[in-house]
């Protein structure tokens, strides 16, 4: 059973900063690619960036330049580290495999970008 933990969420002020954590443990010991993602109230979740094997990244046209998504190697954490932040980045932040995503879920971390 895999058990996904986001840790470090928040409430911050625009432009402010916040770095996630994501320990993914459980019969799956390593992880291949692995993604982050949010899901803002009302709307579907949405993939924000991931790192691949290879440690190549993606990100969504909307965080570009202002996201970071990193790991050491693929069975250690993964952090998003997320700068210049913006209302529209309030959302629950969830990690989870790429591209195809674990059946079950952790419980996020909430993000709150407001003044």
């Known amino acids: 059973q895999v058990q996904l933990v986001e840790s470090g969420g928040g409430l911050v002020q625009p432009g402010g900063s916040l770095n996630l954590s994501c320990v993914v443990s459980g019969i799956i010991l390593s992880v291949n690619a692995v993604g982050w993602y949010r899901q803002a109230p009302g709307k579907q979740r949405e993939l924000v960036a991931n790192?691949?094997?290879?440690?190549?990244?993606n990100y969504a046209d909307s965080v570009k330049g202002r996201f970071t998504i990193s790991r050491d190697d693929t069975k250690s954490p993964v952090y998003l580290q997320m700068v210049s932040l913006k209302p529209e980045d309030t959302a629950v932040y969830y990690c989870?495999?790429?591209?195809?995503?674990?059946?079950?879920w952790g419980q996020g971390t909430q993000v709150t970008v407001s003044s």
């Open positions: 989870n495999a790429f591209p195809k995503p674990f059946r079950s």
């Open positions: 790192i691949n094997s290879d440690g190549t990244t």
